[in-house]
Every structure is written in C-alpha cells, then in structure tokens.
C-alpha cells in the first residue's frame, strides 16, 4: 500500500522541529526509526499531512551515565542498546530487552523513543522502563518537563506526550548492589511483538530481604503496566521460591487482559502469571 502524499521536513535542530510541531499541530507526525509509523502510514491508519524526520538532529542517539543516572537519548537504536558495554554493566535489563526486540533489521533501525511514544501495547520497551522506574524528557515550545513512566502509558496507543512535543531522553535511577533483573516473553512468531513480556528488577539486603522491586507487563492489557500487588506483597519480605510463587499470583489483578487471535484473555492472564514466577526467579538468582 501506498501512504496518502504528505509533505517532508528534516530539521536540523531540536528548535527547528518543535517549529514545525507547533506549526502543524494535529496534522503532524515525528519520524524517527520509521518502524511502526511507516507501516501505519501504508495501511493508512495514519494519514499525516506533515512528516517532521527528526533522524538528522545531531546528538539524540547517546548512552551516558550522569548524576547516579543513565541517560539515554531517544534516537538511540534499540542495536545501540543491546550491543552497548555500559549497559551491559550498569543495567543488562535494558541490552537483555534490546535483544528480545523483533529481529537484526528492525533493532537497526527502531529507536527506543519511537517505541515508547508508539505504546503499542505488546511493545517490550514500556515493561522494562517501568520496572526500572525510568522518566522520560519531553520537551516542546514552552520547556521542557520530565513524567515518570508510570504516568506516561495512559491507553492503548496513547501516552503523556503532546502533538507538540518531542521526546529526547530516558532516564534510569542507577541500580543499587546486590540487583538482579530479567526480561522474559512468550513472544508472537511471526513479528516477535510480545504475547506477554514480563521485566522484573529485585534489590535484596544481605539476609535476603527484598529492599526493592519493580515488574513491568506488557502485552497482557491495553497498555504496559507495574504490577504494583505483586511488589507490595513481595517488598519486605524474604525472597524465596514460596513467596515469589504466592505473589506472582496477583501480576493480572485489575487488569482487563487483551484477547486476539493468538491468545485468550484467560491466557493472557496465566502467562502474566507464570511469566511473572520465572522473571522473578531468574533476577533472584542474579542478584550479586
Ligand atoms: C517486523 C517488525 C517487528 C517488530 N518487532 C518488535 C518487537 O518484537 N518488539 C517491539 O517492542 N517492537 C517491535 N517492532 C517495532 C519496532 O521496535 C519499532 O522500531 C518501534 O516500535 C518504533 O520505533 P521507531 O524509531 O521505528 O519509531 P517510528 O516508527 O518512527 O515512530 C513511532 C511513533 O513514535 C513517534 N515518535 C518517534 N520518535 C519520537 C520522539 N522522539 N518524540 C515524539 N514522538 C516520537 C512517531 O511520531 C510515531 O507516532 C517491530 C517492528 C517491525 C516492523
């Protein structure tokens, strides 16, 4: 298919593309990857009349570490991710995540800002920024503001971020001693989107006792989210293979899982569960 004609801009500065932004407002679309814009553009269910490409900003694809944080910047690759030394040291969830995405063709080209304004709900980037509690720098005419990933997923393709606006960086708090983490999914074959993806990060104390703990779903409802019941019922406590079984029992609580072709709500809810047991019990026995 053939996208409806649109015309290109390609700004070289982040100033120059919120101009256009601001310009075009609702009839704009940012370019970043092209990974999931194009394909919508060619099935026409995104027919924007302007197409701001912001790939030939200089100095938005980094990896850094800064003020006890890591710095990412939104046209960073999700190859960039996983192949990244840094990150293999300081936050392997985010290389192991990377790794987990579509194939060597798309993790070329896709960036992790892309992936997380798109929101598409079976997405891997969104379980793993929340389960490392990450913020996201977007910045428009008036400034910039920072939202925490927990409020920027707000519905099935929708996050926080205004027409207006660009998304520039993710931040990721620093991961204390003894952590451990995973990303695992039942992935769909055909494209390797998420059935169900499940990120989990544990922070243990020297006699075992969880200190903290984050689980990020994806894939099971309309928007990734924290599996907040399981990390109450897990926080303070010590991590075993008893506890961890009790409180992956509630990782589809207050949710409305998702049902399509490849899988049952009722299904989507189990592999919520058991994938949340296995996550867990894989960063248990990666802590150090
Ligand atoms: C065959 C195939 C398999 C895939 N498999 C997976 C998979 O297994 N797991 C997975 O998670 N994803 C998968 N994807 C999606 C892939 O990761 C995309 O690259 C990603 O979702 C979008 O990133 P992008 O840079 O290509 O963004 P684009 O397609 O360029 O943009 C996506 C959306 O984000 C907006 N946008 C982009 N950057 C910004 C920014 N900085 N600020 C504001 N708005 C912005 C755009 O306007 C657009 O609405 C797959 C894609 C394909 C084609």
């Known amino acids: 298919?053939?996208?409806?004609?649109?015309?290109?801009?390609?700004?070289?500065?982040?100033p120059e593309a919120l101009s256009l932004l601001a310009k075009y407002q609702e009839d704009v679309k940012v370019l970043?990857?092209?990974?999931?814009?194009?394909?919508?553009?060619k099935l026409r269910l995104a027919t924007p009349k302007y197409v701001v490409d912001i790939g030939r900003i200089p100095?938005?694809?980094?990896?850094?570490?800064?003020?006890?944080?890591?710095?990412?910047?939104?046209?960073?690759?999700?190859?960039?991710m996983e192949s990244s030394a840094l990150l293999k040291q300081k936050c392997p969830l985010l290389s192991e995540t990377a790794a987990a995405i579509g194939d060597v063709q798309?993790?070329?080209?896709?960036?992790?800002?892309?992936?997380?304004?798109h929101a598409d709900p079976a997405a891997d980037w969104p379980a793993a920024i929340l389960a490392l509690d990450g913020e996201l720098k977007v910045i428009g005419k008036s400034g910039e503001r920072t939202i925490k990933a927990q409020d920027f997923f707000v519905e099935m393709m929708t996050t926080a971020i205004q027409p207006t606006e660009l998304l520039t960086e993710i931040r990721i708090p620093q991961l204390p001693a003894r952590t451990g983490s995973t990303y695992l999914k039942m992935h769909q074959k055909a494209s390797g989107f998420a059935i169900v993806g499940v990120a989990a990060r544990v922070t243990l104390d020297a006699g075992q006792v969880c200190q903290e703990v984050g689980i990020g779903i994806t894939g099971a409802a309309s928007k990734a989210y924290r599996a907040k019941s399981v990390e109450t019922e897990l926080k303070g406590k010590k991590l075993d293979s008893a506890a961890i079984k009790q409180a992956a029992q509630k990782a589809a609580d207050g949710i409305e899982a998702l049902a399509d072709l490849h899988a049952s709500?009722?299904?989507?809810?189990?592999?919520?569960?058991?994938?949340t047991r296995s996550a867990l019990e894989a960063a248990l026995s990666r802590v150090k």
Do not use: D
Request: hydrophobic share 35%; charged share 15%; aromatic share 10%.
């Open 265 to 275: 709500s009722e299904y989507r809810s189990h592999l919520s569960r058991v994938y």
């Open 1 to 14: 298919m053939i996208p409806s004609s649109f015309e290109y801009f390609a700004p070289k500065s982040v």
């Open 32 to 41: 970043a990857g092209g990974h999931s814009l194009l394909p919508q553009m």
């Open 59 to 80: 100095g938005l694809a980094y990896i850094k570490e800064a003020h006890g944080k890591i710095s990412i910047g939104a046209l960073t690759t999700h190859y960039a």
């Open 106 to 117: 798309v993790r070329n080209r896709g960036t992790i800002g892309g992936s997380l304004v």
